[in-house]
């Protein structure tokens, strides 16, 4: 079946100007995280999503950034006034319900802000 | 919180060889270690995991080891292949309550296998 899609693939920005991130989940996962993954660098946690429960926002790095999960589906990630330390790769993942279920991620979406 | 360790950051091996990295983790809590491969363009891939219940896990030429007294734990790969080149990023999440989804991640090894 399908796996985690994201959109867009690459995504080029000058500095100041806001983005949005789009990830679609595995049909039937009702767990969503995003992830950052800078340059030599390992994922670094952002928001985790689940059902109609409230969102873990501990990872998020600052009130720039933001997520919604529409209709426990489709999520978007929206960094606001983008700086040049948020380039990075904004990876996606999906899990059924339950304790230390595999996460399955995304081919993730390349942002460079200019 | 929860701090994972990751060594080498690189590892160059032969076709054939076996290679090993190896993780430690600061929290006595987790209890969930997932091995990502990760190719060059595309998100992490699970390739193996292990619960602290167990202390070895073995799938075809891939092998994870677990010593939760020491607090690390490893993986093998035996007959190494060309195809075996990515980065690999081990993972840990803390135990109980409602926070064993968040994986703290390894900042990853680099494979390469030459021909």
């Known amino acids: 079946g399908a796996g985690v899609s994201q959109s867009p693939s690459n995504k080029v920005t000058e500095k100041g100007k806001d983005v949005e991130l789009r990830c679609d989940p595995i049909s039937g996962h009702t767990a969503l995280y995003w992830y950052r993954q800078s340059l030599g660098q390992g994922l670094e946690f952002l928001i985790y999503f689940q059902g109609n429960s409230a969102p873990d926002k501990s990872g998020l790095p600052s009130d720039r950034f933001s997520a919604e999960r529409t209709g426990g589906s489709v999520s978007t990630l929206t960094i606001q006034r983008t700086q040049q330390e948020d380039s990075a790769v904004y990876l996606c993942?999906?899990?059924?319900?339950?304790?230390?279920?595999?996460?399955?991620f995304g081919p993730g979406t390349r942002l460079l802000v200019l | 919180g929860e701090n994972v360790e990751q060594h080498p950051s690189t590892l160059s091996v032969q076709e054939g060889d076996s290679a090993v990295i190896k993780c430690t983790y600061s929290?006595?809590?987790?209890?969930?270690f997932p091995w990502y491969k990760q190719e060059l363009g595309k998100g992490p891939q699970l390739i193996i995991d292990?619960?602290?219940?167990?202390g070895e896990k073995k799938d075809q030429r891939i092998a994870v080891t677990l010593n939760k007294t020491a607090k690390h734990f490893s993986l093998h790969i035996t007959e190494t292949q060309p195809e075996d080149s990515a980065v690999y990023f081990c993972?840990?999440?803390?135990?109980?309550?409602?926070?064993?989804?968040?994986?703290?991640f390894g900042k990853g090894t680099l494979l390469t296998v030459n021909p």
């Open positions: 993942a999906s899990s059924e319900r339950g304790l230390a279920k595999t996460q399955y």
């Open positions: 929290d006595s809590a987790s209890n969930y």
């Open positions: 292990i619960r602290s219940n167990v």
């Open positions: 993972a840990a999440s803390i135990g109980g309550g409602g926070s064993n989804y968040k994986l703290t």
